[in-house]
Structure formats: C-alpha cells, structure tokens
C-alpha cells in the first residue's frame, strides 16, 4: 500500500499472499474501468479501518491474465468476466466465503464486512474517502475531456 493507495499484483502471487491470512479482500479489475479505478484507494481506506484484514487487487490487462482465471480462480469457485467487474471476494483463512460483483465506495463495502466480519476497528464515516474523493474528481476531469473531444469530432 502506498499514498493511500493499493497496487495492483499479478494474480498469482497476490492469491498466494491473501490465502495465509485470517481474513482477506481480493479485487479484480479492468484497466481503464471507472469503478475499478476506484478501488486502490477503497482498499486502502478499508485495510486501514480493519487493520487485520489483508487486501489485494489484480487487474486484468493482457489475454494472459484472462487466461490465468482457470488456474488460479475457478478451482475456487470464483467466477470473473468482463461484465462483472469490478469482482470482491472475501476470504477467511484462504476459502472464499463470500463474493460480490460492483464497487462501491469504502464505507458501504465496510458496511458488507461488517455482516461476515463483524464491526471494524475504526469505522469509516459515510460518503467517499479523500482518496476516493481525489480519484473521482480526477475522473471527472478525464470524462469532461473525453465529451469535448466526442462533441468536436461530431460537428
């Protein structure tokens, strides 16, 4: 984790990482997906209210990635494709005890963990995080660029 911010690990050692945990996150993402690129700073907001709960997220950017999903997830029951991304699955001491499809901001996922891990140390307010704060207007700024271009490019 750095600056507030969770980087992205290849799947495989990341697995191996989160599986000798008592308690784990694991986010699988999409380059270039607005709710994924969210969920570095989501991660980190979450670890730090649950200090005992190891996080990761992997992002899917090469067929090889794609490719790994056989391997490494199905065996264990964890189903990702392109449309259901961003993918969080909740682990407890390596097995998957729960999944769930879409990001959202840390407060609400805290608020999903809290039914399978109890109540976090520090519990987090509600509304985004600055780090995810930071991130969506960074976003916004990108998305206003991209309109400008599109409304140019159609006169």
């Given at each position: 984790?750095?600056?507030?911010?969770v980087?992205?690990?290849?799947?495989?050692?990341?697995?191996a990482r989160l599986e000798r945990a008592q308690w784990a996150?694991?986010?699988?993402?999409?380059?270039?997906?607005p709710a994924c690129?969210?969920?570095?700073?989501?991660?980190a907001a979450l670890a730090e209210s649950r200090p005992g709960l190891a996080v990761g997220i992997s992002l899917f950017a090469r067929p090889e990635d794609w490719a790994q999903r056989e391997e490494l997830l199905w065996p264990r029951g964890i189903r990702v494709s392109r449309s259901s991304v961003p993918?969080?699955?909740?682990?407890?001491q390596g097995a998957v005890l729960a999944t769930r499809q879409g990001g959202a901001p840390a407060?609400?996922?805290?608020?999903?963990?809290?039914?399978?891990?109890?109540?976090?140390?520090?519990?987090?307010?509600?509304?985004p995080t600055e780090g995810e704060r930071a991130?969506?207007?960074?976003?916004?700024?990108?998305?206003?660029q991209h309109l400008r271009l599109r409304?140019?490019?159609?006169?």
């Amino acid at each position: 984790m750095t600056a507030g911010r969770v980087a992205a690990e290849p799947l495989g050692p990341l697995l191996a990482r989160l599986e000798r945990a008592q308690w784990a996150l694991l986010a699988l993402g999409i380059p270039r997906c607005p709710a994924c690129d969210l969920l570095p700073a989501t991660l980190a907001a979450l670890a730090e209210s649950r200090p005992g709960l190891a996080v990761g997220i992997s992002l899917f950017a090469r067929p090889e990635d794609w490719a790994q999903r056989e391997e490494l997830l199905w065996p264990r029951g964890i189903r990702v494709s392109r449309s259901s991304v961003p993918a969080l699955v909740v682990l407890r001491q390596g097995a998957v005890l729960a999944t769930r499809q879409g990001g959202a901001p840390a407060h609400l996922l805290d608020a999903w963990l809290t039914g399978l891990m109890g109540p976090p140390e520090r519990p987090l307010p509600p509304g985004p995080t600055e780090g995810e704060r930071a991130l969506l207007e960074a976003s916004a700024g990108r998305r206003l660029q991209h309109l400008r271009l599109r409304e140019r490019s159609e006169r």
